[in-house]
């Protein structure tokens, strides 16, 4: 359930949004200043925040500013300001996107959907680029000859591609294709071995019959 911090001021306004956006599904809280807001971030996790402009002390873009330079956490900011300089003037701040008020509240929920989605996406590649940094520190444990290094390397680098014998032959053996040649089944057969022996799986390199062979980072053993 993503977690959505609404700050405004304005207390009605803050209420029909919580009402609005716990009926989509989202986890909702409310403050009514930009320092309450600063706090809250600090203590929570958030996943977006709902900033109104017009806020006491503080303003918005002043808020935006404060949350960009210690978190990731993306910004919509809520304006009756609706003019090009108010727009990019929170732009600027670090808001990801701008909606006028008085809002369609439809056009919000897209709006919402929208960011959160491309923050999905984001962590599950940081992720997954996380998850390939790890692996490749193993790899780089594993005893493997010069040729078995740069044949692992080139599979990893083309990751999740089906890499074909001739051009693994080629790029890193240097030298064509030979029917009968078993030396580059004999380098991979090594390289699973390495791999089995060192606790890591040998289905991270796939056989793609009368393919050639593909690197795989989410094995199931």
Not at 73 to 85: K, R, W, Y
Not at 130 to 157: C, H, M, N, V, W
Request: proline fraction near 3%; glycine fraction near 6%.
């Amino acid at each position: 359930m993503s977690r959505i911090l609404v700050v405004d001021d304005d207390i009605e306004l803050c209420n029909l949004l919580q009402e609005v956006l716990q009926d989509e599904g989202y986890d909702v809280d409310c403050v009514h200043c930009g320092e309450s807001a600063l706090e809250f971030i600090q203590s929570h996790s958030v996943d977006l925040v709902l900033l109104d402009v017009m806020l006491p002390k503080l303003d918005g873009y002043q808020v935006a500013r404060r949350i960009c330079q210690r978190f990731a956490t993306p910004i919509l900011m809520l304006t009756a300001l609706g003019d090009e300089a108010s727009m990019l003037d929170g732009l600027q701040a670090g808001a990801d996107h701008f909606i006028a008020k008085p809002f369609n509240v439809p056009e919000l929920l897209v709006r919402i959907t929208a960011i959160l989605r491309r923050v999905g996406l984001e962590r599950q590649r940081q992720s997954y680029v996380g998850a390939a940094e790890d692996l490749s520190e193993q790899f780089l444990r594993l005893p493997l000859t010069e040729t078995e290094s740069e044949l692992l390397q080139y599979l990893i680098k083309n990751m999740d591609v089906v890499v074909s014998k001739s051009d693994l032959q080629v790029n890193i053996l240097k030298k064509e294709l030979c029917p009968f040649d078993r030396n580059l089944d004999m380098h991979i057969s090594n390289i699973r071995r390495k791999l089995l022996q060192s606790g890591l799986s040998k289905q991270h390199i796939k056989t793609v019959r009368g393919r050639g062979y593909s690197f795989i980072k989410v094995v199931n053993g």
